[in-house]
């Protein structure tokens, strides 16, 4: 449209229009115009100075809606004026250009132009049907400050969750409030905020949320962060992990899940990258599970890191990983130093009773790997393989390391053994990945009488234990020829 004329002084506006300042002469300085937009809640009026004049040192600026401003035309030094909002920080309440959070976002969907801040007063803003975000820059929810501002359920919700983030969100210093909407949170997809956007970052901060089915979705590979926030009353679960795409990113801390059915759960997803850390499980009744890693159809990780947390020890606490694997799909999953259970590091232990299997030393002075009965043997692990847990003949006396990250470890071995000749010098050793020139923590015994047993231990400790080291027990003798039999054994691997 061309230029206002200068004798129009009060301009009401509406639309989506640019109003261009007029030109003035001397006659006019000092002119005072006001320009107010007039419109809904996504208009956008855009006022923009007379040629190379500018406002403020601005080309132009934005008025939204019931917005006004004054702008001042002296001659010498072009037009000038002043901005009355922040275009990048949107206040919603009853005295602003947007009374509720659909209107906002209506707005920004015609209008945005960059990373956004929508400020809530200390107000309750009722959703009655779901909040669709999917914008082209990030946008903050977030309350003047922490517990003022309510997000409740109201009527029309029912069957569908409050949000939908499409496009990256954060949600801070906010009340989530299911209980204002009879029966909502009860039935599954009442949920409060979904993230839906493929490879998205989304963070949830100061904020708590009452009695939602599922509280928090990622059902993508959005990347997801929710730091220092409560979870009340989720009948499905605090945080579901339900990804159809691979590679998402959670990572939680300093939150509490407190009456939630699953605190955690991580039901769908591949090559995720989990961190949970000092949080609070505080289960409501026997059913209830804190973490649930539900390794069927959550089938693969590149790490998971569950630490630092605490349990009110009702219900379960961290279920579904199976530390005791052969395969060693749960080796890299480290889950330490969480108050009411212990710590899941490689740990193995193996116990040979009354074994009659014998080992003949051929050669004086040369290395033999020690041989045993295993069906004699009791054992436990954790990310150790033991082969003679899992009845192979071929390599009875192994332990394998799993895990990809380097544990130093103290190894103590006790036992008894015979010899069937008298007066004989025996050793023992334990040696790494097959290679018997080298041997670790090896000790000499001098037997006595043939077939009587001697006793002997030895301690060790080993560093960087890497993925795929094994570790067997030989044994040599001074004289050729000698049969021993390993008739007791106690093996225990702690690493730290």
Known sequence: MPPLQNRKHFVLASNDIIITLPTVTSADNGLVITVKNNGVHTDMVTVKGNGSATLDGQDSTNLTKNVGQNFWLPVVTGYEGYSMINEHLLDVNPNSSWTTIQEVVDFLGAHMTAPTVVRLSDETYEISATINIDLPYDLTFQGVSYGVATIAAATGLAGTPMFRCLSACYFKMLNFDATTLASYGTAPGEDAIRFLGSATYNEVKDCSFDSFYNTILDSTDA????????????????????????????????????????????LKGSKATIQLA?????NGASGDTAIFYQSSTFTTFISISITGNTWNNTGKYIEGFDFARTDGRDANAIVESNAGMGDKKPICYLNLLNSATTTTLTNANSWYKSSWDYTKVTSSTVKWTITNASGGVSNVNRITFQPTNQRDGIIVITGNLSVNNSSRTISLGLVKNGSSATRYGETTLRTSTSGTASQFSTVIYLSNISANDYFEIFCSSTNSGDIITMLDLNWQVITQ
């Not at 000092?278 to 505080?282: A, D, E, L, R, W």
């Open 278 to 282: 000092s949080g609070g499980y505080y």
């Open 223 to 266: 990347e997801l962060w929710v730091f220092e926030t409560d979870i009340s009353n989720s009948q499905g679960s605090g945080i579901l992990i339900d990804g159809d795409q691979d590679s998402v990113i959670v990572k939680v801390a300093e939150t509490d899940f407190i009456g939630c059915n699953y605190g955690i759960n991580f």
